[in-house]
């Protein structure tokens, strides 16, 4: 099984900045695709970015050019550069991992960390 923790979560002023970090450990071999997403109370949970083995990225329209996902290689760790926040960036922020299987993925979740943006 894989398990991912995320950190660094906190309480920031519109227009800061703040950086995730998620770690994945457990049974895997090699390099999974990752992602953040976020779910703010009464919403769905929505995409946030995502990071590829090989590192391909690709942003939700919202969050283009304010945030950045990276990983660090060899291990499953993964970042969320977050800048320029808005009010509307408030949300509970998870981290995903999946696995390919012959009849379909598997997703692996985070146990999320909370983000406030606020004057």
């Known amino acids: 099984q894989v398990q991912l923790v995320e950190s660094g979560g906190a309480l920031v002023q519109p227009g800061g900045s703040l950086t995730l970090s998620c770690v994945a450990s457990?049974?895997?071999?090699?390099?999974?695709?990752m992602g953040w997403y976020r779910q703010a109370p009464g919403k769905q949970r929505e995409l946030v970015a995502t990071?590829?083995?090989?590192?391909?990225?690709d942003y939700e329209d919202s969050v283009k050019g304010r945030f950045t996902i990276s990983r660090r290689n060899p291990k499953n760790t993964v970042y969320l550069q977050m800048n320029s926040l808005k009010p509307e960036d408030t949300a509970v922020y998870y981290c995903?991992?999946?696995?390919?299987?012959?009849?379909?993925?598997?997703?692996?979740w985070g146990q999320g960390t909370q983000v406030t943006v606020s004057s």
């Open positions: 457990g049974s895997i071999f090699g390099a999974l695709p």
């Open positions: 990071i590829s083995s090989s590192g391909t990225t």
């Open positions: 995903n991992a999946y696995v390919s299987r012959p009849t379909g993925r598997q997703d692996f």
